[in-house]
């Protein structure tokens, strides 16, 4: 009876000081940005490599579907597209000649880098949003390809996220539809002519909608109007579209102004994702 | 047989996340539905278990997540709670469901609040609640085929050695 007892005390102790190690190790190393060590590198190659060799006959049919539905709508969008080629062309001209100025007047203020610089990598999901509460996607590219920490992430429809950390052929993204205020991204708002500034604070998963907070401006602020980042951080290059005006309200001190975004990024919907880098052009 | 399928469930996850949109009703936990219905297949021997618990979470962490030792613990913790509750109810067509819904719901609030408690999230309750239930439809079918394959397979197995 006492052996058995003894026993029973050096399992729980056992058990006691594991969970204890499991806590502090977690403490430790549950960052929101944070750098892989090399086995967490290995493992992660290794498994997202296989989990995306598995996913490639399902998402060549997940295509396909999506094809045959697209099949439906193109008579419409040929409609809509040719009316915009013609315009295109004079847009084409257009952006050369800015482009052109730019340089030049970059040669002649000798400045290296703009806020709207950015070189692309493009890259495919491999997996997104496992378990309930992450809010993340792994693509199939990492240091090797040029991706850092923080670079954005944008879809052909805007900005989606940032890398939080790197392997050597993968990385994680945190989306911004987390739905709480863990990043703050500077973004303006274009009425008309003007820009006006706020922060990005939140995301409301229920109304499906962004929060943007501390906007002192009166300008009144039309229904629909363009939202894209300022640039002023880091990670974000200027101009990234981020989505549409839904509502204009007051924030919770009733001081300034704080509008609902509808974004412009559909997050069902991401297969291949484009990486800004802003360090190498 | 057991390392098969509890690979099998791992990327089927990473799979199936790729194919349902987010916000839909149909998250994925099929890691978590692998090991209950797997717990047969271990003759009672806890500390296997408990070591194959562990090492899938680890996994998880390291491929999935990137939060260290978050799912390796409430994995362990689940494999516990999966042990205590076999000790009087046995796994069958009829109790499966009931055990499996207990399973998910346990084991993701004890995500959530862990990953709260790390400052990972911030607490919201309906958050939460969102996250339990959209877990549990698609879950609660896979536990279902996935347990019907490994009754079907154990009995041929149990034929070829009697042949």
Redesign the interface.
Known sequence: MSKNGNKKKYIVLIILV??GT??V???I??K?K?H?NFF?KA??DS??F??GA??KP??FI?DKIKESNEKNKMYKEYKKLKSMANKAKMYEARIKELEGEVDNLKKSLDINQTITDYKTINAT??????????N?L?INKGSKSGIKEGYAVITDKGLIGKI??VGNFTS?VKLL?T????NKISVKIEVDDKSIYGLLSSYN??N?TYLVEGISDSSEIKNGSKVVTTGLTDAFPSGILIGEVKSVTKDRFELAKAVEVTPSVD??DIDIVTILDRDSK | MIVVVLLISFILEGIVSNLVPTSSLFIPLFSIVSLLVTYPLFNENKIKYLIYSGTLGLLYDLVYTNTPFINTFTLIITALVITFICKFITINKLNLILIILFVLLFNQTINYLLLCLFRYRIFNNATLLEGLYSSLILNVVYSYILYVVIEIINKKRKYKRII
């Open positions: 594991i969970i499991l806590v190790a977690t403490t190393s549950v929101e944070r892989l967490e493992v992660k498994t997202t296989m989990v598995a996913y399902f998402g997940k999901v491999v997996n997104r949003n496992v378990g309930a509460w992450y993340t792994n939080t950390s994680t539809s739905d709480e205020s863990i998963k229920k499906n997050y069902n």
